[in-house]
């Protein structure tokens, strides 16, 4: 069963507008999200985190938004850049399951110049 | 602080022989997770430890795997008699403590079975 989802395989944005990526979860025991940024053939890398005793989270140009009621985050890249097209991945984690990070599918984020 | 590294980052391998992957986590990261990725899919949990303890495995993690962080430092992660399916990405994570949930990847070991 999928606990982290991101519905949205592909995102394209025009270069200097906002991108936005959504994620729903269905674990109530989750309580701690992250996002990572990933290239072909590289490791994720950790862009953003928030932990569920808040709602948003702001780091630059990137802020996550979490609404637990709705189990669903979201993150807002603002303003987009070339630099920003990559495949990004939702990850949450359990204080009481040993930090280990169930992602979502990814969604593909082309940011067109 | 020269981040995660894996090695090897890319093996190739017939179906049936061993392999074995090894990873260096930051210096000061006790905390050490291995995760599998196929195509189209997110990372999945494969194991963790802390130090040299292993304390948790997933059922992904078939009696064919073994992993190992002897001294609480290097990991490396077997696969004996492997399956076309094992091929995959293995990605090695590690983090600081309990208190960091932030865990910092390697760039990964991408493993084709023939």
């Known amino acids: 069963d999928q606990q982290v989802k991101q519905n949205s395989p592909s995102l394209s944005v025009q270069e200097g507008r906002i991108s936005i990526l959504n994620c729903d979860y269905t674990n109530s025991m989750f309580d701690y999200f992250l996002w990572y940024k990933k290239y072909p053939a590289e490791g994720p890398t950790f862009l953003i985190s928030i932990s569920s005793i808040k709602d948003k989270n702001e780091d630059g140009r990137f802020t996550v938004f979490l609404n637990k009621s709705a189990k669903h985050l979201s993150l807002h890249i603002v303003p987009s850049q070339p630099g920003d097209s990559a495949v990004y991945f939702c990850a949450a984690s359990s204080s009481f399951g040993n930090e280990k990070l169930t992602f979502g599918t990814g969604t593909r984020l082309t940011i067109i110049p | 602080d020269t981040g995660v590294s894996q090695d090897p980052r890319h093996k190739i391998t017939k179906r049936g022989q061993n392999v074995t992957f090894r990873c260096d986590p930051i210096?000061?990261?006790?905390?050490l997770y291995w995760y599998r990725q196929t195509l189209g899919q997110g990372p999945e949990f494969l194991t963790y430890?802390?130090?040299?303890?292993?304390?948790?495995k997933s059922r992904l993690l078939s009696d064919r795997f073994s992993a190992e962080r002897p001294k609480g430092s290097f990991s490396t992660l077997e696969i004996q008699r492997t399956e076309q399916g094992d091929s995959a990405m293995y990605l090695c994570?590690?983090?600081?403590?309990?208190?960091?949930?932030?865990?910092?990847f390697g760039p990964g070991t991408r493993l084709t079975v023939t």
């Open positions: 430890f802390q130090n040299e303890a292993q304390l948790e």
């Open positions: 994570a590690s983090s600081l403590d309990r208190s960091s949930y932030e865990q910092y």
């Open positions: 210096s000061e990261h006790n905390r």
